[in-house]
């Protein structure tokens, strides 16, 4: 708690800063709808039963031009992952979330051109995770019994005692809309690494987030200012 405390303290600097030689500082935060890739090599793809999970991000931006056309975007995001899951037969019922909590950290590339008062803009790169906490509470119902298990993840790279890697990488891809230094924004992170530390069968754990974003941007105004 500690360190998203701090982390939050840095955002929140960030964002009162102003702005210099000519690059933007905005604040960002939204919806996430989160869900996982999950697969062995016996079976294939096993992601059936993992529903979307509805969460969130936090964080502050950094916007320098290259040119008119042209920049380049980074920051840092306080982000939640990870999935829901829901399966019922005839006898039993499972239902369960997975529950995820990264800082990550943009590097992509933005294009931008007007129409009218409006500034839209499409934007492209890899981005980089870091895993701060994570739960799972799994509730299994049979007949008239409920059994709930619930689990917090220990991070790392030793495969006896961690059960996720704490580093993740990913594209991110995303469009949206500037007027008068208000952002709205669509995006979308594809993981590329496998989360899990599961030795077996090449069990592979990937995340994918597709966030709503809201913003504003205290550096140069854009869009609505012609």
Known sequence: MEKIVIILGVI???STQSSLFGQKIGIRAGLNMSTMYRSLESSG???DNFKLRPGFHIGASVEVPINEMISFETGLLLNTKGYNI???DETLKIKGRFN???IDIPITGKASFDVGKFRYFVSVGPY???GLIGNSRIEFSFEDET???EEEFEWGYDKESDDLKRFDYG???GAGMEFNSFIVAINYSHGFTNISTFDFDDFTLKNRVLALSFGYNFGNKKGGER
């Open 86 to 88: 829901r399966r019922q």
């Open 128 to 130: 980089i995770g870091i």
């Open 171 to 173: 594209l991110l891809i």
């Open 100 to 102: 995820l909590l990264y």
């Open 12 to 14: 929140f600097l960030l």
């Open 45 to 47: 793809k096993q992601t």
């Open 147 to 149: 059994e709930i298990l």
